[in-house]
T-cell receptor, first 116, second 109 residues
Framework: GAVVSQHPSRVICKSGTSVKIECRSL??????MFWYRQFPKKSLMLMAT?????????EQGVEKDKFLINHASLTLSTLTVTSAHPEDSSFYIC????????????FGSGTQLSVL | GQNIDQPTEMTATEGAIVQINCTYQ??????LFWYQQHAGEAPTFLSY??LDGLEEKGRFSSFLSRSKGYSYLLLKELQMKDSASYLC??????????WGAGTKLIIKP
């Protein structure tokens, strides 16, 4: 099946720094990528939808200036957590939609972000 | 409004069969996913239903009734490794995903 590569898998950073997470579709073109965040004891929460070549669509309550999303090509989307704070510590997961297979989604392996 | 309901937790015995139900109310419908998620890991794709009926894939089967806003995931010949959370997610008319809270499945020997 299709593969979505997400890096880094784990990152620890100091409060106030910025962290970039990459999401790549390795063997297919992803016109749309989704970014999720997982909260303890809850399911994944959609943060934003990114479409190649256009601005990301953010879900209500998600700060656009804090979570910068760039989808510059059909195989790469990045999420940058700017000026990270301890409350941003979470598990972030990206997924990509393979248009040629009935909207099936493929997920990255996730990034565990810990902000000290 | 948008809503997806699935049981919070279920317990079953190794070797048995379990059915996890999911009901939904969404703005438009473009398909329903079932995902399996082990603790600390990303969800993995199990099934996608967009038409009514049952789809079988080995030990796992998924059923959809669009008129009833209902789906279920059927797991047969349960194995200990099937202990995980099972997430129901619906693609709305605008292609946004609406996720259920997940059903934690506990398998006992």
């Amino acid at each position: 099946g299709a593969v979505v590569s997400q890096h880094p898998s784990r990152v620890i950073c100091k409060s106030g720094t910025s962290v970039k997470i990459e999401c790549r579709s390795l063997d297919f073109q992803a016109t749309t990528m989704f970014w999720y965040r997982q909260f303890p004891k809850k399911s994944l929460m959609l943060m934003a939808t990114s479409n190649e070549g256009s601005k990301a669509t953010y879900e209500q309550g998600v700060e656009k200036d804090k979570f910068l999303i760039n989808h510059a090509s059909l195989t790469l989307s990045t999420l940058t957590v700017t000026s990270a704070h301890p409350e941003d510590s979470s598990f972030y997961i990206c997924s990509a939609r393979e248009a040629r297979e009935n909207e099936k989604l493929f997920f990255g392996s996730g990034t565990q972000l810990s902000v000290l | 409004g948008q809503n997806i309901d699935q049981p919070t937790e279920m317990t079953a015995t190794e070797g048995a069969i379990v059915q996890i139900n999911c009901t939904y109310q969404t703005s438009g419908f473009n398909g329903l996913f079932w995902y399996q998620q082990h603790a600390g890991e990303a969800p993995t794709f199990l099934s996608y239903n967009v038409l009514d009926g049952l789809e079988e894939k080995g030990r796992f089967s998924s059923f959809l009734s669009r008129s009833k806003g209902y789906s279920y995931l059927l797991l047969k010949e349960l194995q200990m490794k099937d202990s995980a959370s099972y997430l129901c997610a619906v693609i709305e008319g605008n292609y946004q995903l609406i996720w259920g809270a997940g059903t934690k499945l506990i398998i006992k020997p």
